[in-house]
């Protein structure tokens, strides 16, 4: 999210979508992941499904005239790659479903979160970078429980139990799916006008997905 402030989000989407490759190295080289040629064509595709997407399926804002662009893009690549390590980690040390206690693992990050990252708060405050403010209305308080419960907790319970039932680059490449499907929405709900690499992009992302899990 941090590289969205320096760069566009089609060169932030992009470059975030090369944690399929970094997952399907890292995986391969911690023993969590078997590299072939059929994964390896899955992944390209997937990263040039995004590709086709997010440069000519829809208008996007144009990286060149954001000075910190290379910013914001070396962030996007290293969250990429700490993505590849992260879900690498949980894979090789975890193993099998059965062998984790999931709320007892979730309550431990949530408490990690609270005990470790609280200085962040006075440290945005003081600099005046985000200055802390609390929901003024019920309606955003509404907003951030639901992105709370819906957007976070589920959605990472589901990203978590996934991954252990099948394989880091599986889940990976399915994630990739909410480019396409949230833009669906948009042309369903919002009429939004989209170029045919957008169909194009969809169906390159899908055909991976189907193709990592062959």
Request: hydrophobic content about 50%.
């Given at each position: 999210n941090a590289s969205l402030a320096?760069?566009?989000?089609?060169?932030?989407?992009i470059l975030c979508s090369t944690?399929?490759?970094?997952?399907?190295?890292?995986?391969?080289?911690?023993?969590?992941?078997?590299?072939?040629?059929?994964?390896l064509i899955a992944v390209l595709s997937s990263?040039?499904?995004?590709?086709?997407?997010?440069?000519?399926g829809t208008p996007t804002a144009d990286a060149s005239a954001m000075?910190?662009?290379w910013l914001g893009d070396m962030l996007a690549l290293s969250s990429a790659a700490l993505y590849g390590c992260y879900t690498t980690l949980l894979k090789r040390?975890?193993?099998?479903?059965?062998?984790?206690?999931?709320?007892?693992?979730?309550?431990?990050?949530g408490l990690a979160n609270i005990l470790l990252l609280w200085p962040g708060f006075v440290v945005l405050q003081w600099t005046g970078i985000e200055p802390f403010q609390?929901?003024?209305?019920?309606?955003?308080?509404?907003?951030?429980?639901?992105?709370?419960?819906?957007?976070?907790?589920l959605s990472d319970y589901l990203w978590l139990k996934s991954m252990?039932?099948?394989?880091?680059?599986?889940?990976?490449?399915?994630?990739?799916?909410?480019?396409?499907?949230?833009?669906?929405?948009?042309?369903i709900f919002k009429d939004l006008d989209v170029a045919p690499p957008y169909y194009i992009g969809a169906l390159l992302i899908l055909s991976a997905f189907i193709a990592a899990n062959v």
């Open positions: 320096y760069t566009s989000v089609a060169n932030s989407s944690s399929g490759l970094f997952t399907l190295i890292i995986g391969a080289i911690g023993g969590v992941e078997q590299f072939n040629s059929m994964r990263i040039l499904g995004v590709y086709s997407i997010v440069k000519y000075p910190l662009s040390r975890i193993g099998e479903e059965s062998r984790l206690d999931t709320p007892l693992f979730f309550g431990a990050v609390l929901p003024q209305s019920t309606t955003l308080w509404m907003m951030i429980l639901v992105n709370a419960l819906v957007g976070t907790f252990l039932m099948t394989s880091p680059l599986v889940v990976t490449l399915g994630l990739s799916l909410t480019i396409p499907l949230s833009m669906a929405g948009d042309i």
